[in-house]
């Protein structure tokens, strides 16, 4: 079974901290995601990576960065927490052109 | 500018009847679609998938219909039961001006009453 783990379920961070959202996948899949969710917004996607260190901004990047140093790990990073980045946080990962397997979520409260 | 629409928020159904989810699509690119459940505090699962050669997909219960002249997916289930009650986002990508990327719909909530 693919395993896509974020680090996290809950996180509350305050606001113009630095904070990092982490995700291992286990099948040694080329591309990774990260979407965010919002109550009738649906899945918008922040960053998308398709190989190790490549990286492709998605629909809504601003305010966040990503990471991926290795194929396996593709990390979120929120530069200065804001309380409009409070949402659920949902990581993917797929080998191209099949389906993505998401994490669990993660829940950040920026307060 | 949303490539990708559910334009119904939520829908209700009777236990044992239909259910049809809704999706419409603006870049002519698509041609991979995919439909994913998902239960609050969980991740998405998929659920089925069609490519733009088909433009039907049948797994059990679930069918998807592709109809690409109209740039309209649906996904029919039946029949409906209890444990279908979940949001449904549908999903694109296209290999050609998309490379992998999976862009997701807003999602319709489904409510399935006994």
């Known amino acids: 079974d693919v395993k896509v783990t974020q680090s996290s379920r809950y996180l509350v961070k305050r606001t113009g901290e630095k904070v990092f959202l982490e995700c291992v996948q286990d099948m040694d899949h080329e591309n990774m995601f990260w979407y965010r969710q919002d109550p009738g917004l649906g899945l918008r996607l922040i960053y998308f990576?398709?190989?190790?260190?490549?990286?492709e901004k998605g629909d809504i990047p601003e305010g966040y960065s990503v990471s991926r140093e290795k194929k396996e790990r593709f990390s979120l990073i929120l530069e200065s927490a804001s309380t409009n980045q409070t949402s659920m946080y949902l990581c993917a990962s797929s080998l191209l052109r099949t389906e993505a397997f998401f994490g669990q979520g993660t829940r950040l409260t920026v307060v | 500018d949303q490539q990708v629409k559910q334009n119904s928020p939520s829908l209700s159904v009777q236990e044992g009847r239909i259910s049809i989810l809704n999706c419409d699509y603006t870049n002519s690119m698509f041609d991979y679609f995919l439909w994913y459940k998902k239960y609050p505090a969980e991740g998405p699962t998929f659920l089925i998938s069609?490519?733009?050669?088909?433009d039907k997909n049948e797994d059990g219960r679930f069918t998807v219909f592709l109809n690409k002249s109209a740039k309209h997916l649906s996904l029919h289930i039946v029949p409906s039961q209890p444990g279908d009650s979940a949001v449904y986002f549908c999903a694109a990508s296209g290999l050609y001006n998309q490379g992998g990327k999976l862009i997701f719909g807003q999602g319709t909530e489904l409510s399935v009453k006994p």
């Open positions: 990576s398709y190989d190790v260190k490549m990286k």
């Open positions: 069609i490519s733009s050669i088909k």
